[in-house]
């Protein structure tokens, strides 16, 4: 029964790989891994750089078909959807949406965080300040679905997905979260489901009827077709970032947490001013942890006492590791059940980029271009060191594709690496631009948003 349905969860993840081009947060099925060849070995602004074309401010991820990229912007109060020639780089059209709120939240993330996701023609982008919106190839508005506003400390994080003719959002929040899917068509809502989970940031995984989430010390799944919750793993890290990763049957997802409460006095020391005990809004100011607390902990009243601070102190407690989970179908009930295979117990602490899962080997890269290789069947580490030239801040996730990594720094140095247990360096680039974007892979090209632009480098 086990072997039949590993051989059928994978069909359905090859089958969905080689339908989809990079349509969605980290391309097929969220893997961050091309089956193309032909790539660059370097990104070379004189050698291999095909075009470069300014674009509006974000840090979304850029997303393909077969003629356009897509991205999102923020500017002036507006909320912009991109569509570029995929050829050329040309700006074809921009569309935008007044901003209707601002949300205080982690300065890492942004209005135009979130990654649109495409079907091949239409685009569909989601703004934690907006909802969902929906353009053609042609710019030409189709729906919108607003939504919001949302009780997330750092902002919501999590990019939609397609699931047949659904687009699926997660929104994982202090108050009310749930799971929502809409029409693709017209925007309508099909189902909205309740979630347990707390705040969240990973976008989730689709494969066959199964929406696929990782959030606030949970493994989860819900049903494409109804929203209801098909099973629930607990025991995962209780902040969890970055994205899960399915691989087979094999999930692989980590997260923050912390053995022991971290002590209010020392911040109190700090930015107590008046000395009176507690933080009000004068002393913690736009710090969005602070924030957090003083809005959604005890009374709500905007004042941050001992108390308030150990009971999000009690919030955070849990394990600080990387964990694979394999999914089996139970013989008897017919349902899905997950299974614990190996777990690495590390600190992942201001860990944003998703992990990788390439040829056997898993990679996760950490502030300071510390790049870690793993074996994916055991969770055994095979080489731990620093991406030299690239070792500054990390928020794009790794991507691999013909044999190599592609890894982007928060500076804008841009590591290509020999993908293997034992990884090495084989060229890095100094863009001399912000970069938190995760790159897109297809066809031997690398498409990368910077703060400034869009380029594709390739052949």
């Given at each position: 029964?086990?072997?039949?349905f590993a051989v059928s969860l994978v069909a359905l993840f090859l089958s969905a790989t080689s339908a989809e081009d990079w349509n969605?947060?980290?391309?097929?099925?969220?893997?961050?891994?091309?089956?193309?060849?032909?790539?660059?070995?370097?990104?070379?602004?004189?050698?291999?750089?095909?075009?470069?074309?300014?674009?509006?401010?974000?840090?979304?991820?850029?997303?393909?078909?077969?003629?356009?990229?897509?991205?999102?912007?923020?500017?002036?109060?507006?909320?912009?959807?991109?569509?570029?020639?995929?050829?050329?780089?040309?700006?074809?059209?921009?569309?935008?949406?007044?901003?209707?709120?601002?949300?205080?939240?982690?300065?890492?993330?942004?209005?135009?965080?979130?990654?649109?996701?495409?079907?091949?023609?239409?685009?569909?982008?989601?703004?934690?300040?907006?909802?969902?919106?929906?353009?053609?190839?042609?710019?030409?508005?189709?729906?919108?679905?607003?939504?919001?506003?949302?009780?997330?400390?750092?902002?919501?994080?999590?990019?939609?997905?397609?699931?047949?003719?659904?687009?699926?959002?997660?929104?994982?929040?202090?108050?009310?979260?749930?799971?929502?899917?809409?029409?693709?068509?017209?925007?309508?809502?099909?189902?909205?489901?309740?979630?347990?989970?707390?705040?969240?940031?990973?976008?989730?995984l689709h494969v066959g009827n199964e929406i696929i989430t990782a959030s606030r010390g949970m493994l989860g799944a819900h049903s494409?077709?109804?929203?209801?919750?098909?099973?629930?793993?607990?025991?995962?890290?209780?902040?969890?970032?970055?994205?899960?990763?399915?691989?087979?049957?094999?999930?692989?997802?980590?997260?923050?947490?912390?053995?022991?409460?971290?002590?209010?006095?020392?911040?109190?020391?700090?930015?107590?001013?008046?000395?009176?005990?507690?933080?009000?809004?004068?002393?913690?100011?736009?710090?969005?942890?602070?924030?957090?607390?003083?809005?959604?902990?005890?009374?709500?009243?905007?004042?941050?006492?001992?108390?308030?601070?150990?009971?999000?102190?009690?919030?955070?407690?849990?394990?600080?590791?990387?964990?694979?989970?394999?999914?089996?179908?139970?013989?008897?009930?017919?349902?899905?059940?997950?299974?614990?295979?190996?777990?690495?117990?590390?600190?992942?602490?201001?860990?944003?980029?998703?992990?990788?899962?390439?040829?056997?080997?898993?990679?996760?890269?950490?502030?300071?271009?510390?790049?870690?290789?793993?074996?994916?069947?055991?969770?055994?580490?095979?080489?731990?060191?620093?991406?030299?030239?690239?070792?500054?801040?990390?928020?794009?996730?790794?991507?691999?594709?013909?044999?190599?990594?592609?890894?982007?720094?928060?500076?804008?140095?841009?590591?290509?690496?020999?993908?293997?247990?034992?990884?090495?360096?084989?060229?890095?680039?100094?863009?001399?631009?912000?970069?938190?974007?995760?790159?897109?892979?297809?066809?031997?090209?690398?498409?990368?948003?910077?703060?400034?632009?869009?380029?594709?480098?390739?052949?």
């Open positions: 029964m086990y072997r039949s969605r947060f980290r391309g097929p099925n969220g893997a961050g891994v091309s089956k193309d060849t032909g790539f660059p070995s370097e990104l070379s602004l004189e050698k291999n750089m095909r075009w470069r074309t300014v674009v509006r401010p974000g840090k979304s991820s850029p997303v393909l078909t077969n003629l356009h990229v897509f991205l999102t912007g923020a500017e002036d109060g507006k909320l912009y959807t991109q569509c570029f020639d995929r050829k050329t780089g040309k700006l074809l059209w921009e569309r935008a949406e007044p901003q209707p709120r601002t949300e205080v939240v982690n300065t890492l993330n942004h209005s135009a965080a979130i990654t649109p996701v495409t079907d091949g023609e239409n685009v569909y982008s989601f703004f934690k300040e907006y909802g969902l919106i929906s353009y053609d190839a042609s710019g030409k508005l189709r729906w919108k679905a607003p939504l919001g506003p949302f009780t997330n400390v750092m902002g919501i994080g999590a990019s939609p997905i397609l699931a047949g003719d659904s687009i699926v959002v997660v929104i994982d929040q202090i108050d009310d979260s749930y799971i929502a899917a809409f029409d693709r068509r017209n925007g309508e809502i099909k189902w909205k489901t309740a979630r347990d989970e707390s705040d969240g940031w990973g976008t989730a494409v077709t109804s929203g209801k919750r098909l099973y629930t793993k607990l025991g995962m890290p209780t902040a969890i970032v970055a994205s899960p990763v399915l691989v087979g049957d094999t999930v692989y997802l980590f997260g923050y947490g912390s053995e022991d409460p971290a002590p209010f006095a020392p911040r109190l020391a700090r930015l107590d001013k008046n000395g009176d005990g507690k933080l009000t809004a004068d002393e913690y100011g736009t710090d969005a942890f602070l924030l957090g607390i003083a809005k959604y902990e005890g009374n709500r009243d905007l004042v941050i006492t001992q108390e308030k601070w150990d009971a999000k102190q009690r919030k955070v407690l849990g394990p600080n590791a990387m964990v694979a989970m394999r999914l089996d179908r139970n013989a008897k009930s017919g349902g899905m059940e997950a299974h614990e295979l190996w777990r690495y117990d590390k600190s992942f602490t201001s860990v944003i980029p998703s992990l990788l899962h390439y040829q056997n080997v898993i990679y996760f890269v950490k502030n300071g271009g510390i790049l870690t290789s793993m074996d994916a069947k055991s969770g055994t580490v095979l080489k731990a060191g620093r991406v030299e030239g690239a070792l500054g801040g990390y928020s794009a996730s790794p991507v691999a594709a013909d044999g190599k990594l592609y890894l982007a720094s928060e500076d804008g140095s841009i590591a290509v690496l020999q993908a293997g247990a034992e990884w090495k360096v084989l060229s890095v680039t100094d863009l001399g631009e912000p970069c938190y974007a995760t790159p897109a892979l297809s066809q031997g090209s690398v498409f990368l948003r910077t703060g400034d632009a869009l380029y594709r480098f390739g052949r």
